[in-house]
């Protein structure tokens, strides 16, 4: 089973922030924070992972609780294309990853 | 980021041949590869772990001589599902581990429709 709860929907408005939470308070010491997105019909794409820190690439941002029992994606500037299945996960190093059912997230125009 | 390939995209067979699904490492070399299933409107479902050189381990419930994985190279891993029916109709996506020093992070590829008649 999945380790992580996400709300089953969010909408957004298009050049907006997207604030997608997770929560995950089984998580333990070693495991990180995987965030993957699936656009219809297609392989999930990796978006960002982190441990304990906050993180940033050039996608999203990722805020860790400081217990890392919850944390928060953030698409500073949502588009269209952003519409996908939002997918939290934890999980460690080159353990299996379990998929739950993510947020379906859509940005509307 | 890491790029994963698949092929063929989707197939379409007849019930009773084999497909063989072929998964590929792009840009990095990877010794464990996963496959997963998906249904429509599911979520990723796990069926196997395949590691380079060795047998891969099966999820509870996955026939592992229906679903036959070959992971023969650090850059390739293979599903041929056997006898293929209908009821193996599915979107079949594999994930590639990329190490960078002690993280390793998934990489998937863009998956395989497979519609068996």
């Known amino acids: 089973d999945a380790k992580t709860t996400q709300p089953t929907s969010m909408d957004c408005a298009e050049g907006r922030a997207a604030n997608l939470p997770c929560n995950h308070s089984t998580i333990s010491g070693n495991e990180y924070v995987y965030w993957y997105r699936q656009i219809h019909s297609q392989g999930p794409q990796y978006i960002i992972h982190?441990?304990?820190n906050n993180e940033t690439n050039e996608m999203a941002s990722l805020i860790i609780t400081e217990d890392r029992k919850s944390s928060t994606l953030i698409l500073p500037h949502a588009t269209l294309r952003d519409t996908a299945v939002y997918y939290c996960?934890?999980?460690?190093?080159?353990?299996?990853?379990?998929f739950g059912k993510g947020t379906k997230l859509t940005v509307n125009p | 980021g890491a790029v994963v390939s698949q092929h063929p995209s989707r197939v379409i067979c007849k019930s009773g041949t084999s497909v063989k699904i072929e998964c590929r490492s792009l840009d990095f070399q990877a010794t464990t590869m996963f496959w997963y299933r998906q249904f429509p409107k599911q979520s990723l479902m796990l069926m196997a772990t395949s590691n380079e050189g060795s047998k891969a381990t099966y999820e509870q419930g996955v026939e592992k001589d229906k679903f036959l994985i070959n992971h023969a190279s650090l850059t390739l891993s293979t599903l041929t599902v056997t006898s293929a029916h209908p009821e193996d109709s599915s979107f079949y996506i594999c994930?590639?581990?990329?190490?960078?020093?002690?993280?390793?992070?998934?990489?998937f590829g863009p998956g395989t429709r497979l519609l068996v008649l």
């Open positions: 994930s590639a581990n990329n190490a960078r020093g002690s993280q390793e992070t998934q990489y």
């Open positions: 982190g441990l304990k």
């Open positions: 996960i934890v999980g460690g190093g080159s353990e299996k990853l379990v």
